[in-house]
């Protein structure tokens, strides 16, 4: 092989060998973690109820007849060997329950209106526990809590866009990104954006993905109708593409200048 050839190879070949090496996208989460190292997380954390929830609220104590009252929405219900009242597992799945009104307000028997937008749900189970007590009710009663409609949207780069529903109301920005089938290959690991409804107005939360600080994040937990957005890169590129690009086409007019003159020569 002739010298232009040759040079004309050898640049080609550093050209794709550095092409390759370009890291396009930077895939790994929480990457300033460190190996052994404990980081705490709130164990107590609840979800808060909006408006539109709709809430699962099953009333019991020892004495049956007097919770059946506050069970409207039950269907059939049991009486257990303890005393308690539980709602059939197979009526429990299509009942509508409380619906949360647009005054934050629930419409629960006998007690009337009980404003539970933006309690914690067992702020919700104490009211109404409070008020079964002091309105002389029942002394010792149980109340049990349920969403039936959790569920957040998750949209832009990932490869599931959608509105996903959880069992319960306990879910992390972690796991709702990789139910929505994880990032795709457009999208910004540090551009993140949860946009949350409180108290009739909406605030966004930018998070990064590779930073640890993401478990400090008011949003690590999502709460009923966040949305998340993973921002794509679209065509503005951002700094370390940018320079692969510039490096990468610089090189390539070099060696092609380079492979110009030793054809002349």
């Given at each position: 092989?002739?010298?232009?050839?040759?040079?004309?190879?050898?640049?080609?070949?550093?050209?794709?060998?550095?092409?390759?090496?370009?890291?396009?996208?930077?895939?790994?989460?929480?990457?300033?973690?460190?190996?052994?190292?404990?980081?705490?997380?709130?164990?107590?954390?609840?979800?808060?109820?909006?408006?539109?929830?709709?809430?699962?609220?099953?009333?019991?104590?020892?004495?049956?007849?007097l919770a059946i009252p506050f069970n409207i929405y039950g269907g059939?219900?049991?009486?257990?060997?303890?005393?308690?009242?539980?709602?059939?597992?197979?009526?429990?799945?299509?009942?509508?329950?409380?619906?949360?009104?647009?005054?934050?307000?629930?419409?629960?028997?006998?007690?009337?209106?009980?404003?539970?937008?933006?309690?914690?749900?067992?702020?919700?189970?104490?009211?109404?526990?409070?008020?079964?007590?002091?309105?002389?009710?029942?002394?010792?009663?149980?109340?049990?809590i349920e969403f039936l409609n959790f569920k957040y949207t998750v949209?832009?780069a990932v490869a599931n866009n959608g509105t996903f529903s959880v069992?319960?109301?306990?879910?992390?920005?972690?796991?709702?990104?990789?139910?929505?089938?994880?990032?795709?290959?457009?999208?910004?690991?540090?551009?993140?954006?949860?946009?949350?409804?409180?108290?009739?107005?909406?605030?966004?939360?930018?998070?990064?993905?590779?930073?640890?600080?993401?478990?400090?994040?008011?949003?690590?937990?999502?709460?009923?109708?966040?949305?998340?957005?993973?921002?794509?890169?679209?065509?503005?590129?951002?700094?370390?593409?940018?320079?692969?690009?510039?490096?990468?086409?610089?090189?390539?007019?070099?060696?092609?200048?380079?492979?110009?003159?030793?054809?002349?020569?």
């Amino acid at each position: 092989m002739n010298k232009p050839k040759l040079w004309a190879s050898l640049s080609l070949l550093a050209v794709l060998l550095l092409t390759s090496c370009a890291s396009r996208k930077n895939f790994v989460y929480l990457q300033d973690m460190q190996m052994g190292e404990k980081y705490p997380y709130d164990v107590g954390y609840e979800a808060v109820v909006h408006r539109d929830d709709r809430l699962s609220i099953t009333v019991s104590c020892k004495n049956p007849e007097l919770a059946i009252p506050f069970n409207i929405y039950g269907g059939t219900f049991h009486v257990g060997a303890d005393g308690n009242v539980t709602a059939d597992a197979a009526t429990r799945v299509n009942e509508k329950g409380y619906r949360v009104d647009v005054e934050g307000n629930i419409d629960f028997p006998i007690l009337g209106k009980l404003h539970v937008e933006g309690l914690k749900v067992s702020e919700v189970t104490n009211l109404i526990k409070t008020r079964l007590i002091e309105g002389d009710y029942m002394k010792d009663p149980l109340v049990s809590i349920e969403f039936l409609n959790f569920k957040y949207t998750v949209l832009g780069a990932v490869a599931n866009n959608g509105t996903f529903s959880v069992d319960g109301d306990r879910v992390t920005l972690l796991e709702a990104i990789a139910k929505a089938g994880d990032l795709d290959a457009k999208a910004r690991t540090n551009r993140v954006a949860v946009i949350r409804e409180s108290n009739g107005e909406r605030q966004m939360f930018m998070h990064d993905l590779r930073s640890k600080d993401l478990f400090d994040s008011p949003c690590f937990y999502l709460q009923q109708n966040d949305i998340v957005y993973v921002e794509p890169k679209y065509r503005k590129k951002d700094n370390e593409e940018r320079g692969w690009q510039i490096g990468t086409t610089m090189l390539s007019a070099v060696t092609a200048a380079c492979s110009i003159i030793w054809a002349t020569k």
